[in-house]
Nanobody
Framework: QVQLVESGGGLMQAGGSLRLSCAVS????????MAWFRQVPGKERIFVARITRSSNSAYYADSVKGRFTISRDIAKNTVYLQMDSLTPEDTAVYYC????????????????WGQGTQVTVSS
């Protein structure tokens, strides 16, 4: 079955960096758009970044542009999110997701999800 397993979350001070990883199995990784979303309690899951199947293009939410970088390693079936210059506002559970070419920024367009990893940024 399809599995997406995130890792790399944790506690970090403001200004620091973290790298999240998402290992994917059970689907042809290169056929899927990969994305990261984040969610805080009581709020909707929101788009952070996505990368196209061929890795030719990456897109970011305005709130993370210039600070976060999404990438994928086809050989390792893994997608990454490098998070730099973290702020307390980045505190959330981060989820990776796999979707089709039409999966853009709305979470309901992604059929496959990981279990999430907590990122906490202290001031």
């Amino acid at each position: 079955q399809v599995q997406l397993v995130e890792s790399g979350g944790g506690l970090m001070q403001a200004g620091g960096s973290l790298r999240l990883s998402c290992a994917v199995s059970g689907l042809t990784f290169s056929d899927y758009t990969m994305a990261w979303f984040r969610q805080v309690p009581g709020k909707e899951r929101i788009f952070v970044a996505r990368i196209t199947r061929s890795s030719n293009s990456a897109y970011y939410a305005d709130s993370v542009k210039g600070r976060f970088t999404i990438s994928r390693d086809i050989a390792k079936n893994t997608v990454y999110l490098q998070m730099d210059s973290l702020t307390p506002e980045d505190t959330a559970v981060y989820y990776c997701a796999a979707g089709g070419a039409s999966s853009l920024t709305y979470y309901l367009t992604y059929p496959y999800w990981g279990q999430g990893t907590q990122v906490t940024v202290s001031s």
